[in-house]
């Protein structure tokens, strides 16, 4: 396979290189949002429905830190793990240019990660609502699912996950950048960040091209089982982060319980995982990735297959 460098123009194109460090204006806090309140199902609740405005906007901020949070630790905990390896041809023998791009991508999450957390900083000194620091569900999920492989797989293992992760279309990216109800620097920190992970989407959907052949029959097929365990870690919704948000507004247990259950329609959470994963299923099926029965099963087991073939074909 022939590698043309997708960052050749990083130089002058990317975050780090080309844009200056974003900046909430205090005074935009008092007619719009911090976070789009479409993006935050349970605002639609009946429940919800005459929420004060400082306590819609508190739920707004804690859902930005969260998803701030989860930026961080998912740069610096495993997408700059797995690509500071690619740059120096530990999981796989790369060809030169493409570790070049591993490099300029270990850059580009690390400046990710110093902009989520200054935002974060900013957010919490103009509103006065501190939030968690802590690795977030999907951390955890990810780091126990790596420790069951065995040794001689772990790094592919890890590999698929930033493949994964990386190939996701985050619906924030798309919403956030164009509301002009949510201030102007979360807006200009998400396209930002947006920006470049349009680049790292098409560097990982070929290092996924160029990886996966050289993987064995049985590597195949036991990375192909855990590639649905992955997406499902990273989308599915955090509902204890938001039922903690729910008490902390005044709800009772019971009652921030009843709005979750009512929200989060087992059906719906499905269905928005799949629309979410949709790039990256495409990307394995035209891979061939579910024409092996078990590998297919496992995707249909977490409701990932279905509509899918019809909608591969649709969009290949
Ligand atoms: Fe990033
Ligand atoms: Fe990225």
């Known amino acids: 396979m022939t590698y043309k460098g997708i960052m050749s123009a990083w130089s002058s194109k990317a975050t780090v290189r080309s844009r200056p460090p974003r900046q909430l204006s205090w005074n935009e806090l008092s007619e719009k949002w911090l976070y789009s309140p479409e993006l935050v199902t349970v605002l639609n609740h009946p429940l919800l429905s005459g929420l004060e405005r400082h306590l819609r906007q508190q739920i707004l901020a804690k859902s930005l830190a969260n998803h701030l949070n989860f930026t961080n630790h998912l740069e610096h905990g495993i997408v700059n793990q797995v690509v500071f390896k690619l740059a120096h041809n530990y999981v796989i023998d790369l060809p030169v240019e ?19 957390s200054d935002i974060q900083i900013q957010v919490e000194n103009a509103t006065g609502i501190k939030t968690s620091n802590s690795p977030p569900p999907f951390y955890w999920d990810i780091q126990k699912l790596i420790s069951e492989v065995p040794n001689e797989l772990k790094e592919k293992a890890l590999l698929c996950v930033a493949i994964v992760s990386e190939t996701l279309i985050s619906k924030l990216f798309e919403k956030i950048p164009k509301d002009t109800f949510v201030v102007q620097g979360v807006r200009d920190v998400i396209s930002d ?22 993987f064995t029959e049985q590597e195949k097929i036991d990375l192909g089982c855990l590639l649905p365990k992955y997406i499902y870690s990273f989308l599915v919704p955090d509902f204890g982060f938001m039922h903690s948000c729910l008490i902390d507004i005044g709800l009772t247990r019971d009652r921030a319980t009843r709005v979750i259950n009512d929200s989060y329609h087992p059906a719906n ?4 995982i799949r629309t979410a994963a949709a790039a990256t299923l495409r990307l394995f099926y035209r891979h061939g990735v579910f024409d092996n029965d078990r590998i297919a099963a496992a995707f249909a087991e977490l409701e990932l297959l279905p509509e899918l073939t019809q909608t591969c074909k649709t969009l290949a």
């Open 98 to 116: 493409m570790r070049q791009d591993a490099y300029r991508i270990y850059v580009d999450e690390a400046y990710h990660s110093l902009l989520v």
């Open 193 to 214: 960040h947006a920006f470049d992970e349009a680049y790292h989407h098409q560097y990982f959907k070929q290092i996924f091209k160029f990886v996966s052949p050289q």
């Open 269 to 272: 959470v499905a269905r928005d």
